[in-house]
């Protein structure tokens, strides 16, 4: 049972000209988000403590010295916010330019999107620009990790980690362009702490980890996700009454994830429910 907690005050803040009302300790996002702003985020994450990594969401907070990363930056009384200016514009560009130049962003959701809408050209960098580009890790029939398109947001660490998961088996290692997610020691990811519980995949913000199957019907030319059905029901494998939405293609389930809302799992789940989808 969740006990009741007293009601936080109510601040008011300033976004681009509109005073919005939100609870104390919400973030500068949440305010943008009550005031109907659209504000790009990549790293952030609905049920994760908040990693500033990607930096995309910055904003200019008047009376600030250097732009604030909307997502962990704490709203406060009468705070005068700006999403729009022209310095929160270039530095998203730039940003936009360099993950663009570096990493394979043909899976991350809004990243076209967000790239016109900035003007920024990751092709100015030249066709000699440093990647992270290398083959995709085909290693178990359950999901595949695509390290070309990891931003290296930490999402995945911290839900393996003590935000979740508690398994521990992914961290990051290496330096600079050299750097990307492993497991201890580099070992294979069948001989690693991992449970297979997939809550990484549900976190990742660009596809660098998927489902088997997505991947493979991604290279078939066949996955579309404009045919997909989404299906909320109850995983029938225990008694916790975890909730399950199964993405559904040609009457088949082609991958399942879990809404982030419900106060069961808050996006979690484990190795049964996620992958263990094959008897239906």
């Known amino acids: 049972m969740i006990p009741l907690q007293p009601p936080r005050r109510l601040i008011d803040v300033e976004i681009d000209g509109e005073t919005v009302r939100v609870p104390e300790g919400s973030t500068i996002l949440d305010a943008c988000q009550a005031a109907g702003k659209d504000v790009p985020t990549l790293c952030y ?47 998203r560009k730039v940003v936009l330019e360099l993950l663009g130049s570096s990493v394979d962003l043909s899976t991350t959701p809004r990243a076209a999107e967000w790239t016109e809408e900035y003007g920024a050209d990751p092709a100015r960098f030249g066709d000699e620009a440093a990647t992270v580009e290398q083959p995709a890790k085909v290693d178990n029939d359950l999901y595949v990790r695509d390290y070309s398109k990891c931003i290296l947001c930490y999402k995945c660490v911290d839900a393996c980690g003590d935000q979740w998961q508690n398994s521990f088996a992914i961290s990051v290692a290496g330096r600079g362009f050299d750097a990307e997610i492993s497991t201890e020691f580099d070992a294979p990811l069948t001989d690693s702490a991992c449970v297979y519980c997939g809550n990484c995949v549900e976190v990742c913000p660009t596809g660098a980890l998927s489902f088997k199957t997505e991947y493979d019907m991604r290279a078939d030319g066949t996955w579309d996700e404009s045919r997909q059905a989404e299906t909320t029901t109850v995983c029938s494998y225990c008694g916790v009454g975890c909730n399950l939405t199964l993405h559904v293609q040609d009457n088949k389930i082609v991958k399942v994830t879990s809404p982030h809302d419900n106060p069961v799992t808050k996006g979690n789940l484990c190795v049964k429910g996620r992958f263990g989808y094959g008897y239906v």
Do not use: F, H, I, Y
């Not at 969401?57 to 930056?73: H, I, K, N, Q």
């Open 45 to 91: 994450g609905d049920t994760l403590t908040p990693k500033n990594a990607c930096r995309v969401c910055v904003v200019e907070v008047e009376g600030a010295r250097t732009l604030a990363p909307a997502c962990s930056r704490k709203a406060e009384p009468n705070m005068k916010v700006g999403t729009d200016t022209e310095r929160a514009r270039q530095s």
